[in-house]
């Protein structure tokens, strides 16, 4: 096991992409085993000392950003394929292996991993303790309906191996054995979640299965280390395509109609992916992307060919795009790798140019991450671009439209900016609450996001989450911060 104490080989580990930044930590960890984590968490208990769990420093709400006396276990040498199914199109992995690593060796099976998150160096392990999702989860959904199996270090130094279906909870009531034969009870809160795609705090449903309340608790619950996850087959051929359209009532008709047919199992329209440009996000990319210069707004459709006739949906497709107004002789098509590698470069890059924005300007980043319910999107996205252009805060818009999920980054100037700027972010929250939806659908919470996350539940409700970590957690020192702001920790 790796130790660093010196202030100058801890700095990687002291901020994520959210440019959200800690000044220092007790010391950083890198294991090499789970016996080490073990130890490391038992010391921990017994010197009240909080530790936080670091991924690949790739997520945007300072989850893995430590407590200045906190330690750090990072799980980088946590990197490892432990095995493909290929016959029943699983594999498991440890938690530090990344995204692009594990696409890359599946590819060679013919397989994929369907979660796509938009940051490919992200960890296995962080998009389980996020439950991330991306840009396939119109079809696919998030990261939870693909996780088989975990091994998990829990807050005492114990190892348990959760299987999904093997344990549910008996109406609100979960108990479980660890690998020593201990015995867990949590008595789980009845709380009612948005009927939305969300990453926002514990995932609590009556008989739920016991694998999901770890899926997105952001390392509050336990130390994920390994997962054995579900795989599905390549497809023969991939249609993908950047559609552009004048404005955005009749970009928002394609989507609905898209999703409408994609249910009807007589349409040759069956989405993947369906994301959403603004007028203000393509003239961002226009930078990289010459086509996007002077286009208003955009959708990029994906869609796989198994067995389809290839020709009849790409007739399909560009019926419906007329059909709604859209640039039917402009639509930006893959027509070969080189091509589908651009266009997902161009839908990977907006976040990218974000991110480095922020960076220049030494900001927290300010972006929705909100979803809302479906009769309710086109008012929500017009209310906070109204909002944005009213306060002349600049920003860009874009996200997984087939979700109803806004990312709508604000870029503001300065710190007197970046004030309004927070205001407006709060505003945006509560009417995402108000329309049904939530504050976080892809993140998570992390210790940037507590007080937002309170603007979905009442403090009793989030004190009963509390108390599931309390029953895992007694000395609470794991990932401190993490969904649940100061308070709870000192009632």
Known sequence: MIIKKDIDTIQNYLFDASNFKSKQCKAVFIPENIAEISQLI????QNKIPVSISGAGTGLTGGRV?????????????????????????????????????????????????????EKNCSIGGTIATNASGARSFKYGSTRNWIEAIKVVLPSGDVCVIKRSHISANDYTLTFPSKSKKIYQINLPNIKMPNVKNSSGYFIKRNMDLIDLFIGSEGTLGIIVEAT???????????????????????????????????????????????????????????????????????????????????????SLSNLVAGKKGDINNIWFAMDS????EIHEFRHSISALVNEYIAQKNLIKVGTDTAVLSEYFSEYYKY???KCLSNSIDFVGYGHIGNDHLHLNMLPENENSFKVALDLYRDFCELAVKFGGTVSAEHGIGKIKRDYFELMYTEDEIRRMFEIKKTLDPNLILNRGNIFSEKFYSQ
Not at 42 to 45: G, K, L, Q, R, S
Not at 78 to 104: M, P, R, Y
């Open 42 to 45: 038992i010391e921990a208990n």
């Open 384 to 386: 906070c671009r109204d």
């Open 229 to 315: 996850l579900r795989l599905v087959q390549v497809p023969k051929d991939l249609i993908s395509a950047v559609i552009f359209f004048e404005n955005f009532d009749d970009l928002y008709d394609f989507v609905s109609s898209s999703r409408n047919q994609s249910n009807n199992e007589y349409s040759f329209i069956k989405p993947r992916a369906l994301e959403f440009f603004d007028d203000k996000s393509l003239q961002l990319l226009s930078s990289k992307f010459p086509i996007a210069k002077s286009k208003k707004f955009a959708i990029w459709y994906e869609q796989e060919i198994y067995n389809e006739d290839i020709f009849i949906v790409l007739e």
């Open 66 to 118: 430590p407590n200045h006396g906190d330690y750090v276990i990072s799980l980088e040498r946590f990197n490892h394929i432990i095995s493909i199914d290929t016959d029943n199109l699983k594999c498991t992995v440890q938690a530090g292996v990344s995204l692009w690593q594990l696409e890359e060796i599946l590819n060679q099976y013919g397989l994929f991993y369907p979660p796509d998150p938009t």
């Open 338 to 341: 080189k091509d589908l590698r």
